[in-house]
């Protein structure tokens, strides 16, 4: 692996602790002057997969499904590849949505805060480096290399650009607490650097400005990004690379309906049978890292992530089984709209971090949790709340001892 990342204890002491808080500093000057030296670094790897060498996701904005299909550069990037029709997020707003994606878990999280995740509380990154795989976030107009900032605003017209919130590997402290890992979040012009110099890492997370991802415009707006993003991209070797591509959205719009969302996975990891084509398995947040974890047989987080389906193409070559949503409540009486208390819940409850499932009883998979985490919470008192189900808790339905407080 070029330019080898480390893999860093999770808990770390001294100056490498206050990591997270080094570039938080959003006044212009501050931005700026920390510009001029923070560290990027561009990681590589070549890490064969069962059913992929490269994952990208992208990430899209607050829009129902039914109006991102309808898009016409979504729908023309959706028959290039499978459309996910059974694709969840899991609460509102968007911040609990994103940290899900990396963490197994939103800790109870129903606000868009400048929160802070344990240091102890492990991402897919600790699961990626621990078997060698590089990674990196692309965040447009992020102003330099692991900012940890709130928001950087664009300079000329004082619009959102960059926000913190849509970040998800800076609000943990497991990866902002680190400066190799920060110097791993980087502006969007380093993908085409990166690009470029043939320096693209195999596991990468996307995401657009306020205005391209249609949070503070429309979904035509963030379909013509989309579209005008990947669609050179699709023919270029330096980026098709067994490469399998996520477009999805971190929630829908509409509150008082089912939280489900467009999910499309194209690339040249695709079969060529599978074009064109619908799954309609019911898939969320979670499968993200699940489908991560089976392609490179990864050890899990012992959350939500070591019971979520694994995307069917990836699943075919894996082995995994794809299971229908069993619950007591049937999934289209399950909305996914309401966060239940936890770390993060601004309105109280149970404020405690629950401990991750080490047990590994009942999975459908050999996937264990990873060592490392294995170590830090063997001694834990906290409750464990995690399954081996694809079913899963909202506010409405929440783990026992963590109901919402209205």
């Given amino acids: 692996m ?36 923070a560290k990027t670094l561009s990681n590589t790897s070549n890490v ?11 990430w899209l904005e607050n829009t129902d499904y039914d109006m991102a299909y309808g898009d016409e550069n979504l729908n023309w990037l959706a028959k290039k590849g499978i459309t996910l029709s059974g694709y969840h997020a899991v609460t509102h707003p968007s911040e609990p949505n994103y940290v899900s994606a990396i963490g197994g878990d939103y800790f109870g999280m129903q606000n868009d805060d400048f929160n802070q995740i344990a240091q102890n509380v492990s991402t897919v990154i600790d699961l990626l ?17 692991g900012f940890s900032g709130m928001e950087w605003l664009n300079q000329e017209n004082g619009k959102n650009d960059y926000v913190r919130k849509h970040n998800p590997a800076v609000i943990y402290n497991s990866a902002a607490g680190q400066i190799d890992r920060l110097a791993s979040m980087k502006n969007l012009t380093m993908f085409y650097e990166d690009l470029k110099n043939d320096a693209l890492p195999q596991w ?27 669609e050179p991209l699709l023919d270029d070797e330096r980026f098709m690379k067994n490469t399998l591509v996520l477009v999805t959205f971190d929630e829908n719009d ?47 987080l012992g959350r939500f992530d070591v019971g979520a389906n694994v995307f069917k193409l990836v699943a075919d070559k894996t082995g995994d089984t794809i299971r229908a949503w069993s619950g007591e409540v049937e999934l289209s009486q399950r909305y996914f709209n309401y966060s239940y208390a936890g770390a993060f819940n601004t309105n109280g409850g149970n404020r405690r971090y ?30 464990v709340y995690y399954t081996t189900g694809l079913e899963i808790p909202d506010g409405l339905h929440p783990p026992s001892g963590y109901e919402p407080v209205q």
């Avoid at 590994?360 to 409750?383: C, F, M, Y």
Wanted: proline share 5%; charged share 20%; no cysteine.
């Fill in 2 to 37: 070029r330019s080898a990342v480390l893999s860093l204890p999770l808990l770390t002491v001294g100056a490498a602790a206050q990591a997270e808080n080094m570039y938080t500093a959003t006044a212009t000057s501050d931005v700026y002057a920390a510009r001029a030296t």
């Fill in 48 to 58: 064969k997969g069962k059913a992929f060498d490269r994952f990208a996701v992208i």
């Fill in 129 to 145: 480096e621990d078997k060698g795989i590089s990674w990196a976030e692309y965040q447009e107009d992020m102003p330099f290399s």
């Fill in 204 to 230: 990468m997370f996307i995401t657009p400005n306020m205005t391209s991802d249609a949070h503070d415009s429309d979904i035509q707006t963030a379909g013509a990004w989309t579209r005008n993003f990947l």
């Fill in 254 to 300: 509409t509150y008082q309906v089912q939280n489900r969302i467009l999910g499309i996975l194209l690339g040249d990891a695709v079969p060529a049978e599978l074009v064109g084509t619908t799954d309609g398995n019911f898939y969320n947040h979670y499968s993200e890292i699940a489908t991560v974890e089976a392609n490179w047989d990864l050890h899990t």
């Fill in 354 to 383: 629950p401990a991750p499932n080490l047990s590994g009883d009942g999975t459908t998979h050999n996937r264990t949790v990873l060592p490392g985490i294995q170590e830090l919470w063997k001694d834990s008192p906290a409750p």
